[in-house]
């Protein structure tokens, strides 16, 4: 049988509403939290998860 767990939100490590086996791989994947609602984009490969940063948006010169 294969291994499962739940996702944990990087923010808070509280659990998300997703389960992940270990065959699981999710790339650019906008995963949400239902208690600290914040939405983070992760990769998930053979259980291990990593998040992506991104560069926040600056304002523009004239």
């Known amino acids: 049988?294969?291994?499962e767990q739940w996702l944990l939100c990087p923010?808070?490590?509280c659990k998300t509403r997703l389960?992940?086996?270990e065959d699981t791989i999710?790339?650019?994947f906008?995963?949400?939290c239902?208690?600290?609602k914040r939405e983070t984009l992760?990769?998930?490969k053979q259980l291990n998860m990593s998040v992506i940063k991104e560069p926040d948006?600056?304002?523009q010169s004239r």
């Open 34 to 36: 239902p208690k600290c």
């Open 11 to 13: 923010v808070c490590n």
């Open 19 to 21: 389960k992940i086996r």
């Open 42 to 44: 992760i990769v998930v």
């Open 30 to 32: 906008p995963l949400y």
């Open 1 to 3: 049988m294969k291994r």
């Open 26 to 28: 999710l790339e650019n």
């Open 57 to 59: 948006a600056q304002t």
